[in-house]
Structure formats: structure tokens, C-alpha cells
């Protein structure tokens, strides 16, 4: 547990010292404040209209932190191959895999924790009010940024850097319209067409259910029970698709 910890902090060190973290985030926080100005070509609602779509900025650039600092952590050691002097370490693979994903997301919390204290307090000028929900809409978007984290790392274990940026785009573009070509293959008599957007929808992860910008933005209910069950769906599938990325990260050959 310690080597892991070790690794994580090392990562979170690296990352914390890349320069496009910083133009992320500034990025990020500029789109956040610019929301406020897109606001005036409405008439009402500009709070709702900040929330969700800051949230949205939160998941997107989140991502991007994921994909270009986090891809690039792992992918560096491999083509440098500095990562013989770890693994040479009393180090064992799975430790380094589960560190490098610790420090990534420790990374990922620093900064959705920025991000969303931004929004907060942009909502609170707007309404007038504090708005303790959005805390809520952010952590699942944390959990999201999880889940596409563990996929950049399983694809960083055994293809390019640039293709496993492309391949974890791709994840979050089908894992959020996963629902939708269910509906949309719903409405065809082809099996086959039902059947694959049926496999596509169990095999890949359902990031809609992390998606709570609509529901907070329009001051909806939330369901303790249903926040639970995607709590519980999220770290699953996190871990998941760690332990597949370490029982492939085992078979490659670094020599």
C-alpha cells in the first residue's frame, strides 16, 4: 500500500508540474465566468443556464486533464523506459498501475474541486443564493472523470498515446449517447441493429447516470437511493476496468 502511495504522489507531483494543467484549468474556469456573460442573450433562468452548462465544462475539461496529463504520465514512462527503474523497485506492476491512476485522479479532484467552487460561487452571485446541490452534480462528475481515468490508463498500458486519447474520447461520446441508440435502435424491426446497440450499451459504461446537471440546474428531486446505486455503479466499473488493465500491463514486455 505504501509503494502505491508512493507512485501516486509521484505522479500527482508530475502532473501538478505540467504547464497544460494550468492552461486547462484556466481554460476551463475562463468557459465557467464566460457562461455568465452567454446568459444576458436569455430572458430568465440564467442561474439554471450557468449550472448545467458549467457542470458540462467541469466533465469536458475534466476529461481533457484525463486524456493529455494523464495519458502522457504513463505513456512517458513507457517510451522512455524509466519504467524499468520502477518496476526493478520492490515495486509490483499492479502497484505502479493503481498508483499512476491514484495520483491522476488526485490531480482530477484538485482541480473539479476548483472548477466547481468557481461555479458555486458564480451561481450564488446570479440567484442570490447558495446552491449546496451543485456539490453533489460535481462529485458524480468526479466519478465519471473516474471512470474514463481507469479507460485512458488501460489504453496508455498497451497502445500511442495518441490513439489512446482518441480511443477514451470515444468512450465518453458512446458511454454519454449509450441510452439514446437504445432508443434509437428501439424504433427499427432489425435484431441485429437491437442486439448491438443492446452490447454496446452493457458492455460499455452508461455515463448518462452521472449526469446531474439537468436535475440540479431545475432544482428536481434527488433520489438518495438511485445516487447510491450509481455511486456503487461507478466504482465498479472503475475497478473493473483497472483490473483489466493490470492483468494486460502483466503480460507486455518492456525489454
Known amino acids: 500500500m505504501s509503494g502505491v502511495w508512493a507512485i501516486a504522489l509521484m505522479a500527482f507531483t508530475e502532473a501538478v508540474r505540467d504547464r ?12 465557467i465566468g464566460s457562461s455568465a456573460v452567454l446568459t444576458t442573450l436569455s430572458v430568465g433562468g440564467e442561474g439554471r443556464i450557468v449550472k448545467d452548462l458549467g457542470l458540462f465544462c467541469i466533465t469536458l475539461f475534466g476529461l481533457f486533464i484525463a486524456v493529455f496529463v494523464g495519458i502522457r504520465l504513463l505513456s512517458r514512462e513507457i517510451e522512455r523506459r524509466t519504467i524499468l527503474l520502477l518496476l526493478s523497485r520492490p515495486v509490483g506492476r499492479a502497484a505502479l498501475l493503481v498508483g499512476k491512476f491514484v495520483g491522476i485522479l488526485l490531480t482530477l479532484t484538485v482541480n473539479v474541486a476548483a472548477m466547481g467552487l468557481g461555479l458555486l460561487c458564480l451561481a450564488r452571485i446570479l440567484e442570490g443564493a447558495w446552491a449546496p446541490r451543485l456539490l453533489v452534480a460535481v462529485g458524480f462528475s468526479l466519478l465519471e472523470l473516474s471512470v474514463l481515468t481507469a479507460f485512458a490508463i488501460l489504453f496508455a ?86 483490473l483489466l488493465a493490470v492483468a494486460i500491463f502483466r503480460q507486455r514486455d518492456f525489454q
Open 157 to 242: 498500458v498497451f497502445s500511442t498515446p495518441t490513439l489512446s486519447a482518441a480511443f477514451t474520447v470515444t468512450i465518453f461520446v458512446i458511454g454519454r449517447l449509450s441510452r439514446d441508440l437504445m432508443a434509437f435502435a428501439s424504433q427499427f424491426d432489425s435484431r441485429s441493429l437491437q442486439a448491438a446497440a443492446s452490447a454496446v450499451y452493457y458492455l460499455l459504461p452508461d455515463l448518462s447516470r452521472f449526469t446531474l446537471g439537468g436535475l440540479v440546474a431545475n432544482d428536481l428531486p434527488l433520489s438518495g437511493s438511485a445516487l447510491v446505486l450509481t455511486a456503487v455503479y461507478g466504482t465498479a466499473y472503475t475497478a473493473a476496468v483497472l
Open 20 to 31: 497544460v494543467l494550468y492552461s486547462i484549468l484556466f481554460f476551463a474556469l475562463a468557459m
